[in-house]
């Protein structure tokens, strides 16, 4: 549908048509109007086109759930929170899915009886405790290395370490890692 004849209507126009006849033609001219917008918050979010995409499609999804159960007075501000919150509800997903995946491979490395450490809660909880732990760099580099999944050279471009301290950092990062982490867990046992 196209919004061209539709574009001397204010945004607040728009919305008390939609409250008055609830005719989703109204939201659907509203969302037109910010998609570009939208995609780009997604983006500076996300970094990634497909899941932006994506996202922008969940959140006219939940635009269209939920404007019918509010008064929106602001349209535009409003889109903007639901947009944020979206975004980073998609990133704390990732989030948790990366120190899954950054667990079981410490995990794997250890030979640790990997279905018993998946099924503790507090792995993920202690992991993220150890990670704090550790001196900055090493927070620094294993964070770009195994949970944003950048090269030794993209880690030495973006913090001016050299490849040799990178490659340090990660190693002794990743063993620290794991005693902070064998630390925690059998601290955990014994109570």
């Known amino acids: 549908?196209?919004?061209?004849?539709?574009?001397?209507?204010?945004?607040?126009?728009?919305?008390?048509?939609?409250?008055?006849?609830?005719?989703?033609?109204?939201?659907?001219?509203?969302?037109?109007?910010y998609t570009l917008l939208l995609f780009g918050l997604c983006m500076k979010y996300l970094k990634d086109e497909v899941e932006a995409r994506d996202?922008?499609?969940?959140?006219?999804?939940?635009?269209?759930?939920?404007?019918?159960?509010?008064?929106?007075?602001?349209?535009?501000?409003?889109?903007?929170?639901?947009?944020?919150?979206?975004?980073?509800?998609?990133?704390?997903?990732?989030?948790?899915?990366?120190?899954?995946?950054?667990?079981?491979?410490?995990?794997?490395?250890?030979n640790f009886n990997k279905e018993a450490i998946l099924e503790n809660e507090l792995t993920f909880q202690f992991l993220e405790e150890a990670l704090i732990e550790l001196n900055e760099e090493q927070r620094l580099c294993v964070t770009l290395f195994y949970l944003q999944k950048e090269s030794y050279l993209q880690i030495s471009e973006r913090t001016g370490y050299s490849l040799l301290q990178v490659k340090s950092y990660i190693q002794n990062g990743k063993r620290n890692l794991k005693l902070l982490l064998l630390k925690k867990l059998n601290a955990n046992k014994a109570n």
Request: hydrophobic share 40%.
């Open 55 to 110: 996202c922008v499609q969940q959140i006219f999804l939940k635009v269209l759930t939920e404007l019918p159960k509010y008064k929106v007075d602001y349209f535009k501000s409003w889109l903007y929170m639901v947009a944020k919150n979206q975004c980073l509800m998609k990133l704390r997903g990732k989030s948790v899915k990366e120190f899954k995946e950054l667990t079981e491979h410490l995990a794997v490395e250890e």
């Open 1 to 33: 549908m196209k919004s061209g004849r539709f574009d001397h209507i204010t945004d607040t126009q728009l919305l008390d048509l939609f409250y008055s006849d609830k005719d989703q033609k109204w939201i659907g001219i509203l969302l037109e109007r």
